[in-house]
């Protein structure tokens, strides 16, 4: 069992930068994949990075155009999202997801909320 818990979400104003943080928790040490998906209103959950165990980016979401990073640190079991230049449509509830020998996993998922 994995258990995945996010922090970091708020609220910000546009062009301002925000990093989220995932701490993952219980059996990790078989943990492969892991991921940040984001979901708003009317929309479907789309991912927004991916990172292999090995540290390697794999995917990123056509919509993050080079302001986002994704970074793992397999001694502190976390995963994080640094998310610069964000504006009003990177609104959402944004979901840490991980993978282990075949079964998903998600967070709770954390409100990302930008003004204008």
């Known amino acids: 069992q994995v258990q995945l818990a996010e922090s970091g979400g708020g609220l910000v104003q546009a062009g301002e930068s925000l990093k989220l943080s995932c701490l993952a928790s219980g059996k990790t040490w078989t943990i492969g994949v892991m991921a940040w998906y984001r979901q708003t209103p009317g929309k479907e959950r789309e991912l927004v990075a991916r990172?292999?165990?090995?540290?390697?980016?794999?995917e990123f979401g056509d919509f993050v155009k080079g302001r986002f990073t994704i970074r793992r640190d397999n001694t502190k079991n976390t995963v994080d999202l640094q998310m610069n230049n964000l504006t009003p449509e990177d609104t959402a509830v944004y979901s840490c997801?991980?993978?282990?020998?075949?079964?998903?996993?998600w967070g709770q998922g954390t409100q990302i909320t930008v003004s204008t």
């Open positions: 997801y991980a993978q282990d020998q075949g079964v998903d996993y």
């Open positions: 990172i292999t165990r090995g540290g390697v980016p794999r």
